[in-house]
């Protein structure tokens, strides 16, 4: 029900507010980064930057409660002994707002057990219908957060979110063949509560009235990295408020950007070095796409070290399919950036190239593509050797997926430009493999394929064509000869090892026949 509650919450587009914090312009594909997604997490550039949450409220009496006296005891969990009414925000004066404001984030540091949905209900709805309170206050704030204040409310989201959990990353789940959309996510039953706190968090770190030089003090490293330790949980939706509030944390705070980079860095060596297990892997790739579009040219040397260490090694692990779009996304923005770095961006896929993945390389192809499509003439000239070379081999799989992959980057008008422009080395290169395709690949649309594109080198270039068969021709007798050199080689050794054999026996008889002579 409070999905669909938030779900109703009005969207204002912070475009312009993500361009003044990040210094550029976010891809399309990324809007949902910097806006917050599906959920309610846009906030307006007007003069105060609040939204309505009017649509949080549900027509209930008991929703200006709180508690009057409460006894916390610690014997293994936390209880409330009394729970009674606390007035509203609007019913007492503006002097007195911000200490019931303290009070009701008091009053939320208490934790229940929602595992058993019979237990504490009557607490657990006050507490409920307190962080509503909590968010709409946030967002209509006039004036800045004191100091108190900030340290409370630091404290209120520490206690509710950051907490130990053993997840099953979705990475162990990884079967070829198998579409993992239809996996069903794990859910937090505790989300109806932590999704008001994440929402909370977000409309205060995007508040106008959060000062970030006396805020840092409080969202401070060990805050942050707390809250991406939370990127391994298994729900998705709280990797979705994780992803939007990292995201603000980062444009709002930019003491810590330098930070967040490198931990987000940590994170991935582990994934890639040690455990190959993480859940939020794909959403920390989403956040940094954004941030790389943003980075100012000319690149700093620490970038390009962490395409080099950290992104390109990210093709390494089994699990690839679960973050290789916002992988792709990453490597094309750094080779957009800069185009000297394209070269860097191909040998690293070649480096890491699946030899028994069919799927795997299915996803290297694609990514090649994009790459491609970004790279210059000089940069290109530079790996079309190697690269060629392994497309050749693709070209000759015998999975027709990655075969006919491999013949479709002919599709691509900027590739088959550089393509046509290098033809005196790629030509050579591919040409046995577009011969053998030609004559007893399996599949049809292959053979269809390889067809067109040795017709494409055959208008274009005539002579060289001519040559390159010639040369094939030339090639293939030799290895012909050499084959039968082989086998007639073998054939004289399997005749030497008989006779040699025949020997033996021999020799073995007459030594056994002379010793029966002598013993007679």
Same mark, same amino acid.
């Given at each position: 029900? /409070?999905?669909?509650?938030?779900?109703?919450?009005?969207?204002?587009?912070? &475009?312009?507010?993500?361009?003044?914090?990040?210094?550029?312009?976010? *891809?399309?594909?990324?809007?949902?980064?910097?806006?917050?997604?599906?959920?309610?997490?846009?906030?307006?550039?007007?003069?105060?930057?609040?939204?309505?949450?009017?649509?949080?409220?549900?027509?209930?009496?008991?929703?200006?409660?709180?508690?009057?006296?409460?006894?916390?005891?610690?014997?293994?969990?936390?209880?409330?002994?009394?729970?009674?009414?606390?007035?509203?925000?609007?019913?007492?004066?503006?002097?007195?707002?911000?200490?019931?404001?303290?009070?009701?984030?008091?009053?939320?540091?208490?934790?229940?057990?929602?595992?058993?949905?019979?237990?504490? $209900?009557?607490?657990?709805?006050?507490?409920?219908?307190?962080?509503?309170?909590?968010?709409?206050?946030?967002?209509?704030?006039?004036?800045?957060?004191?100091?108190?204040?900030?340290?409370?409310?630091? &404290?209120?989201?520490?206690?509710?979110?950051?907490?130990?959990?053993?997840?099953?990353?979705?990475?162990?789940?990884?079967?070829?063949?198998?579409?993992?959309?239809?996996?069903?996510?794990?859910?937090?039953?505790?989300?109806?509560?932590?999704?008001?706190?994440?929402?909370?968090?977000?409309?205060?770190?995007?508040?106008?009235?959060?000062?970030?030089?006396?805020? &840092?003090?409080?969202?401070?490293?060990?805050?942050?990295?707390?809250?991406?330790?939370?990127?391994?949980?298994?729900?998705?939706?709280?990797?979705?408020?994780?992803?939007?509030?990292?995201?603000?944390?980062?444009?709002?705070?930019?003491?810590?950007?330098?930070?967040?980079?490198?931990?987000?860095?940590?994170?991935?060596?582990?994934?890639?070095?040690?455990?190959?297990?993480?859940?939020?892997?794909?959403?920390?790739?989403?956040?940094?796409?954004?941030?790389?579009?943003?980075?100012?040219?000319?690149?700093?040397?620490?970038?390009?070290?962490?395409?080099?260490?950290?992104?390109?090694?990210?093709?390494?692990?089994?699990?690839?399919?679960?973050?290789?779009?916002? /992988?792709?996304?990453?490597?094309?923005?750094?080779?957009?950036?800069?185009?000297?770095?394209?070269?860097?961006?191909?040998?690293?896929?070649?480096?890491?190239?699946?030899?028994?993945?069919?799927?795997?390389?299915?996803?290297?192809?694609?990514?090649?593509?994009?790459?491609?499509?970004?790279?210059?003439?000089?940069?290109?000239?530079?790996?079309?050797?190697? $690269?060629?070379?392994?497309?050749?081999?693709?070209?000759?799989?015998?999975?027709?997926?990655?075969?006919?992959?491999?013949?479709?980057?002919?599709?691509?008008?900027?590739?088959?430009?550089?393509?046509?422009?290098?033809?005196?080395?790629?030509?050579?290169?591919?040409?046995?493999?577009?011969?053998?395709?030609?004559?007893?690949?399996? *599949?049809?649309?292959?053979?269809?394929?390889? $067809? *067109?594109?040795?017709?494409?080198?055959?208008?274009?270039?005539?002579?060289?064509?001519?040559?390159?068969?010639?040369?094939?021709?030339?090639?293939?007798?030799?290895?012909?000869?050499?084959?039968?050199?082989?086998?007639?080689?073998?054939?004289?050794?399997?005749?030497?090892?008989?006779?040699?054999?025949?020997?033996?026996?021999?020799?073995?008889?007459?030594?056994?026949?002379m010793a029966n002579g002598s013993s007679g």
């Amino acid at each position: 029900m /409070l999905k669909q509650i938030l779900s109703k919450l009005p969207r204002k587009s912070s &475009k312009s507010a993500d361009n003044r914090e990040h210094g550029g312009h976010h *891809n399309a594909y990324y809007s949902n980064v910097s806006g917050g997604g599906s959920r309610s997490s846009d906030f307006g550039t007007g003069k105060s930057g609040n939204l309505s949450v009017s649509s949080f409220a549900v027509s209930n009496p008991t929703a200006d409660v709180g508690w009057k006296s409460a006894d916390l005891k610690q014997n293994g969990n936390h209880m409330l002994s009394s729970y009674e009414a606390m007035p509203a925000f609007k019913d007492v004066p503006t002097s007195e707002r911000q200490k019931l404001f303290v009070k009701k984030l008091n009053l939320c540091c208490m934790i229940f057990d929602f595992t058993d949905p019979t237990k504490n $209900l009557k607490e657990k709805e006050i507490k409920r219908q307190t962080l509503l309170e909590l968010v709409e206050y946030v967002t209509s704030a006039n004036g800045k957060f004191s100091d108190v204040v900030l340290q409370e409310i630091v &404290k209120m989201v520490s206690a509710n979110l950051f907490r130990s959990f053993n997840p099953q990353p979705r990475e162990n789940k990884v079967i070829e063949g198998v579409d993992l959309e239809e996996e069903e996510p794990s859910m937090d039953p505790a989300w109806p509560h932590l999704q008001i706190v994440y929402e909370f968090l977000l409309r205060f770190i995007a508040s106008p009235e959060t000062d970030a030089k006396l805020a &840092k003090r409080y969202v401070d490293q060990p805050f942050i990295l707390k809250l991406l330790d939370l990127f391994d949980s298994e729900d998705p939706r709280e990797r979705e408020y994780l992803k939007t509030i990292l995201h603000r944390i980062y444009g709002k705070f930019m003491v810590h950007r330098p930070f967040i980079r490198k931990a987000i860095n940590n994170i991935f060596f582990r994934f890639i070095f040690e455990t190959e297990k993480h859940n939020g892997i794909a959403e920390l790739l989403e956040i940094l796409g954004s941030i790389i579009n943003g980075f100012a040219l000319p690149l700093k040397e620490e970038h390009k070290v962490f395409l080099v260490r950290a992104l390109i090694p990210l093709h390494k692990p089994k699990c690839l399919a679960m973050y290789h779009q916002q /992988l792709s996304y990453c490597i094309t923005q750094f080779v957009e950036k800069d185009c000297k770095l394209a070269d860097t961006a191909i040998r690293g896929l070649l480096k890491y190239w699946p030899i028994t993945n069919s799927s795997k390389e299915v996803m290297f192809l694609n990514e090649l593509e994009e790459v491609l499509e970004a790279t210059q003439p000089p940069e290109f000239q530079r790996c079309m050797m190697p $690269l060629f070379r392994q497309i050749a081999r693709c070209m000759n799989s015998l999975h027709f997926q990655v075969a006919e992959r491999a013949l479709f980057l002919w599709n691509n008008d900027h590739i088959e430009n550089l393509i046509i422009q290098n033809r005196k080395v790629i030509l050579p290169i591919i040409f046995p493999a577009l011969e053998k395709n030609a004559r007893n690949h399996w *599949n049809q649309a292959v053979h269809s394929l390889t $067809l *067109n594109v040795r017709k494409i080198f055959n208008d274009l270039d005539p002579e060289l064509f001519k040559e390159c068969l010639l040369k094939f021709q030339e090639d293939e007798s030799k290895e012909d000869e050499a084959e039968a050199k082989r086998e007639n080689t073998w054939k004289r050794l399997e005749e030497l090892a008989e006779k040699k054999a025949f020997h033996s026996e021999a020799t073995v008889g007459t030594s056994e026949s002379m010793a029966n002579g002598s013993s007679g």
